[in-house]
């Protein structure tokens, strides 16, 4: 490969990566429903626990820290730099060793055979 094809690889990576990060921002995050709690109807031989939704009032839960869409664009970002990272050194290892077959090459002489 060579450096502009390198190039352009690197810039659409890196279009890639801001299309769909974009694309993540735009996503709503529902809110979770919250409803009233039901009646519960006790039934014979039931153990004495039954089933009780959760009260109405979660202001005491806490949110999380970082949402969940932070942390995959992040995931995905992280993943696009491992990949540029891995194209780049086979790129740089491709032409360092283009360069050696070169030199190798100047060294023959046209009369030589293998």
């Known amino acids: 490969m060579t450096t502009s094809r390198g190039t352009a690889l690197l810039l659409l990576a890196a279009a890639t990566l801001l299309t769909s990060s974009a694309a993540l921002a735009d996503v709503?995050?529902?809110?979770?429903?919250?409803?009233?709690?039901?009646a519960a109807v006790p039934q014979a031989g039931a153990p004495s626990t039954v089933f009780a939704a959760a009260p109405s009032d979660l202001s005491r839960y806490k949110e999380e820290p970082i949402p969940g869409g932070n942390l995959l664009v992040a995931a995905y970002f992280?993943?696009?730099?491992?990949?540029?990272?891995?194209?780049?050194?086979?790129l740089m290892r491709q032409a360092r060793l283009e360069a050696e077959i070169r030199s190798l090459e100047d060294r023959i002489e046209p009369g030589d055979t293998l």
């Open 28 to 38: 709503a995050v529902p809110k979770p429903v919250t409803a009233e709690p039901a």
């Open 78 to 90: 992280v993943m696009w730099l491992v990949l540029a990272g891995f194209v780049a050194r086979l």
